[in-house]
């Protein structure tokens, strides 16, 4: 597909950065900072996290050159030790390959680890366990040591022999009297000088630590949470007692110990100093990570960058960046080091911040903020043992600090990307649309007693802003567990002085009974892109908002050309001019991208690749996972071939999948609406039962201390009408449930086009036509946690004979053997009858692709009769194969007496390749 501009916020510039190490190689990883070059050994390319590699050959004259060259299926691939077996068809996975001496080492999406010839593309070794099970969730191998360096079931660290996958060690590290260091399954392994550094995730309590590469053994481990009694001092001499920040033990037991404070991610090193910097996790003790009242204080180590002796796990300094958390709002992004001058002083830094979307930069030999820090109070609620003062960089955030109140238009979609959800924290629209705070509402009739609002905060109100307290009631804010940066890595480029964070949106409702992670609202849309920020000072410099949530696993590859390589969710790998965040060129894999790309070379060709298999995070289903590993260089004019070997369209790109969900969903299956009256229940999770737990929006548990308002109350949550559809909006009273009718008034707000705003009082209804195609969500004043969502679908009336394509034979072949070398359109025409009126929307349906794709241009004079659209060939080669007779399906809509109707008609074209 040739290169493609994508609209964005762009503004060049750059930093001054110096790097001592600029020309070092980087095979031997004897240096925090020395650029990948012809390997790229480590996750993130070097010890320092920098995703930076020097290689330079591919570059922004010469992109429109760079092609697939071979593609691996790596679960089809037969496993070769310890015992030979057959591959899998198993799809999806975290993890980010690494090569050494041109040998591609990487997890396959069922957690075995396979080694790949860089150059060719053919599979060495694949090691398949058969005493005990794979860690399915990965995220990167190491080598070192003449091994690599996996996890496995059982909290098992593994030792695979580097030239044949053969198990050399198997190694179940515990701590002392054998203390779990937390599961051991997720977290890249890292090798340096002897040891594999490791972390623990999702148990009760984790560490980080350390096991020898000679045998597995554990050198040293440092827990998250610290217990009663421990005492640190820091390389500057500030002593504290970290143990006391937890509060009082509860049930004699100090939360420390039961707290989470996991490091999530891998972490960052620099052997010139002698440091390994582990970026901590959220607290989820005592009850859970939304809930802090049990543990007042600070809960250190908690959503803190603590360094450590690389040699022993000696404490040396730390930075809790949140205070007290009860969001889980950590910050486990690894964090990245760069050598910088900062105010005419060259300066060691490292760069630290994640879901709490801002950055912090630190100088690492001692731990103390280089920028400034500001302490903001935020309102608290006394129930929470909350902390007082949050720290903020002094150049502020890079999304914004409060969700944004955007009016309900239907000319205004999608809109802001921060935008909130009507109705949560009591913003209900106006007659107009405006999304205004009115009283009374659910947050003021009951959490007023218990709130403080700082004057400095400039309201009486939840705004939505970052660390809004909170209760049992759901308050918005921004940004949530899968906004902000969540785990992707974070890249620095001495060449451009620029920290590049991929980044979420996702804006999410705390309260205590949502568990762990917090509601991310219903409804929104969930997007994102890539942010840089200067080197030296943390202020944006330029975003590309792509609009496909790049936190989860979409690691940034820079290169000496000033390239930003970068994976999506929907398939893609995209090059970014680095400068200035300008799309350059973009290649279909056929399925998400969950891993970071790299680049190696060999025999004097610079190669990049990318492993293409996704995770669910935040799509869930809509996710088209794979097992493709793609290598790409210069001239490359691979074409694709599915799992089994057969060249599925003739082009070099994979199909294009199946669109996302890009709006979070609701819960629960689709219903048609014939079969309910076309009749949604408000506050009702059941449709026929008449009981006090499911009154109001209730969630059926019948013991009140557990009885919470749920999402999941419109029944049914997700109907599904044709266009022209009358739905009835019922707020259901003694005539329908003689028992247990509802007690309150309820809403029905639609979003975000605003479309209507029903308050009903119990027994009362209203009525709305559905005159278009599309999704309608919409949400309860009373509580905003109940939504559900309208699909309006159109029934296609078919016009045989009414399209045609000229010409009728479409060449879609390349003119340099380059996918890129594909251009021009193909036009289609279509005769429209003269009952109807052509409203402008046109589609075309391709046999390889569920996706619908849309004309670059269309024209239809008015009064015209006949329609005439243009079709990128580059956009679509992928989704039509070669053929005498492919067929392609031509969708216009139009309307007819105000209603829209959907037209279509069938062609079968020649394609030659």
């Not at 450590?308 to 404490?315: A, C, F, S, V």
């Not at 006394?382 to 902390?387: D, I, K, L, M």
């Not at 009981?691 to 419109?714: E, I, K, S, W, Y």
């Not at 392609?888 to 007819?896: F, G, I, K, R």
């Amino acid at each position: 597909m040739k290169p493609r501009l994508i609209a964005s916020s762009l503004i060049a510039a750059a930093a001054f950065v110096t790097s001592s190490s600029a020309i070092a190689g980087a095979a031997d990883l004897s240096t925090c900072c020395a650029p990948a070059d012809q390997d790229f050994p480590k996750v993130a390319g070097n010890l320092g996290n920098q995703g930076y590699s020097s290689l330079s050959q591919v570059n922004k004259d010469n992109i429109n050159k760079l092609g697939p060259v071979w593609l691996n299926h790596v679960s089809r691939a037969p496993v070769t030790t310890p015992t030979p077996g057959p591959g899998t068809n198993d799809t999806g996975q975290q993890t980010t390959p690494i090569v050494v001496d041109g040998v591609i080492y990487m997890d396959t999406p069922n957690g075995d680890v396979i080694a790949i010839d860089g150059k060719t593309g053919k599979t060495k070794w694949k090691w398949h366990p058969t005493a005990f099970s794979t860690s399915n969730t990965r995220r990167g191998v190491s080598v070192g040591d003449g091994k690599v360096y996996t996890l496995a079931g059982g909290q098992r660290v593994v030792a695979l022999d580097q030239n044949t996958g053969a198990q050399v060690w198997v190694s179940q590290p515990t701590g002392p009297n054998g203390a779990s260091l937390g599961n051991i399954q997720k977290v890249a392994t890292i090798y340096y000088d002897g040891l594999v550094y490791l972390g623990g995730n999702d148990g009760a309590r984790n560490a980080a630590f350390a096991v020898r590469s000679s045998d597995g053994s554990l050198a040293w481990f440092f827990y998250g949470g610290a217990e009663p009694g421990r005492v640190v001092t820091d390389v500057n001499g500030v002593t504290v007692d970290a143990g006391a920040t937890w509060g009082p033990p509860v049930n004699g037991q100090s939360c420390a110990l039961t707290g989470g404070v996991s490091p999530w991610i891998h972490p960052s090193l620099d052997p010139e100093l002698g440091m390994v910097y582990y970026a901590f996790g959220n607290v989820r003790s005592c009850r859970s990570s939304q809930d802090g009242q049990l543990r007042p204080g600070d809960n250190l180590f908690g959503n803190s960058l603590v360094a450590l002796d690389l040699k022993t796990g000696e404490y040396k300094w730390h930075f809790q960046s949140i205070r007290h958390d009860h969001w889980d709002m950590d910050n486990t992004s690894p964090p990245p080091l760069g050598d910088v001058t900062i105010n005419g002083e060259s300066k060691k830094v490292i760069y630290y911040g994640a879901k709490a979307p801002m950055t912090f930069i630190i100088d690492r030999t001692n731990g103390k903020p280089l920028t400034g820090i500001d302490e903001k109070p935020r309102p608290t609620d006394s129930r929470q043992s909350s902390a007082t003062m949050q720290k903020f960089p002094s150049q502020g955030m890079w999304i914004p600090e409060c969700v944004i109140w955007e009016k309900l238009d239907a000319n205004n979609i999608p809109g802001n990307p921060w935008r909130g959800v009507p109705n949560y924290n009591g913003y209900q629209p106006d007659a107009t649309g405006n999304l205004v705070y009115t009283e009374p509402n659910y947050l003021s009739l009951n959490d007023t007693p218990f709130v403080t609002y700082p004057a400095a905060y400039g309201a009486t109100h939840r705004k939505g802003c970052l660390f809004d307290d909170h209760w049992d009631l759901p308050v918005l804010s921004t940004t949530s567990q899968n906004g902000g940066a969540d785990w992707s890595d974070q890249a620095f480029s001495p060449r451009t002085g620029l920290v590049y964070i991929p980044y979420g949106v996702n804006n999410v409702a705390h309260d205590r009974n949502e568990g762990g992670n917090g509601l991310r609202a219903l409804g929104q849309y969930q997007t994102g892109g890539v942010v840089a920020l200067n080197a030296t000072n943390g202020t944006v410099v330029w975003r590309n908002h792509f609009g496909l949530d790049a936190a989860h696993g979409q690691h940034p590859l820079l290169t000496g050309s000033d390239l930003l390589f970068i994976g999506d969710p929907a398939g893609w790998l995209r090059a970014m001019d680095a400068v200035t965040g300008q799309e350059v060129w973009k290649f279909q894999t056929g399925s998400a991208i969950s891993s970071g790309a790299i680049t190696y070379m060999i025999d004097g060709e610079q190669y990049v690749a990318v492993f293409a298999a996704g995770t669910g995070i935040p799509y869930g289903n809509s996710i088209t996972e794979g097992d493709s590993l793609w290598a790409f260089k210069l001239g490359g004019g691979a074409r694709y071939t599915d799992a089994d070997g057969n060249v599925v369209s003739g082009s070099s790109e994979a199909p294009t999948p199946a669109p996302l969900n890009i709006r979070r969903p609701v819960g629960g299956n689709p219903v048609e609406g014939s079969t309910v009256n076309n009749t949604v229940y408000l506050a009702r999770a059941n449709r026929t039962t008449d009981t006090a737990a499911f009154q109001d929006g209730l969630n059926g548990n019948a013991n009140p201390a557990n009885r919470f308002v749920t999402t999941n109350a419109m029944n049914p949550t997700h109907m599904r009408v044709p266009v022209g559809t009358t739905v009835t909006f019922l707020n259901p009273g003694s005539e329908t449930f003689a028992s247990f009718p509802n007690q309150k008034a309820h809403c029905a707000t639609q979003f975000f086009e605003g479309l209507f705003n029903f308050k009903l009082a119990p027994g009362q209804s209203a009525t709305y036509t559905f005159t278009r195609a599309g999704e309608y969500f919409f949400n309860d004043c009373t509580d905003p946690r109940p939504t559900g969502k309208i699909v309006v679908y159109h029934v296609p009336i078919d016009v045989p004979g009414a399209a045609t394509f000229t010409p009728r034979s479409l060449d879609l072949g390349s003119a340099n053997g380059v996918f890129t070398g594909i251009n021009g359109v193909i036009t289609a025409h279509f005769d429209i009858p003269s009952d109807y009126t052509v409203e402008g929307d046109v589609t075309l349906k391709t046999p390889l692709s569920s996706t619908l794709f849309s004309p670059v241009s269309t024209n239809a004079g008015s009064g015209s009769r006949h329609l005439v659209a243009q079709f990128s060939k580059a956009e679509i080669d992928n989704n039509i194969p070669a053929g005498e007779s492919v067929p392609l399906v031509l969708n216009v809509n139009v309307l007819e007496n105000g209603v829209q109707k959907q037209l279509t008609s069938t062609v079968n074209v020649k394609v030659v390749k």
